[in-house]
């Protein structure tokens, strides 16, 4: 069974920083592309950052210089360093994946919560 599972939420406050892990488990064959969504409390899911199987990003202006994706192929890996976390970061984030053969898969996600 495939899965994504999220780890490294939790409670900040503000100008604090988070790192986020999405691993992915089970048969895999490749993983193209990964990224970070974020939803916030009554607003739709939005893309945070993506980074393609060669290693190119993007991010969302909202982050920008603040959060920097990552990725480790060898272990399956995406991950999000938050720094300089703002109170309007607090969501709950999600990590997606296209999964070569198995097509678009989305962890359970994780609470991140800033304080001000």
């Known amino acids: 069974q495939v899965r994504l599972v999220e780890s490294g939420g939790g409670l900040v406050q503000a100008g604090g920083s988070l790192r986020l892990s999405c691993a992915a488990s089970?048969?895999?064959?490749?993983?193209?592309?990964m990224s970070w969504y974020r939803q916030a409390p009554g607003k739709q899911r939005e893309l945070v950052a993506g980074?393609?199987?060669?290693?190119?990003?993007n991010y969302a202006d909202s982050v920008k210089g603040r959060f920097t994706i990552s990725r480790d192929n060898a272990k399956n890996t995406v991950y999000l360093q938050m720094n300089s976390l703002r109170p309007e970061d607090t969501a709950v984030y999600y990590c997606?994946?296209?999964?070569?053969?198995?097509?678009?898969?989305w962890g359970q996600g994780t609470q991140v919560t800033v304080s001000s």
């Open positions: 980074i393609t199987s060669g290693g190119s990003t």
């Open positions: 997606y994946a296209d999964l070569e053969l198995y097509g678009d898969y």
């Open positions: 089970g048969s895999i064959f490749d993983i193209n592309d």
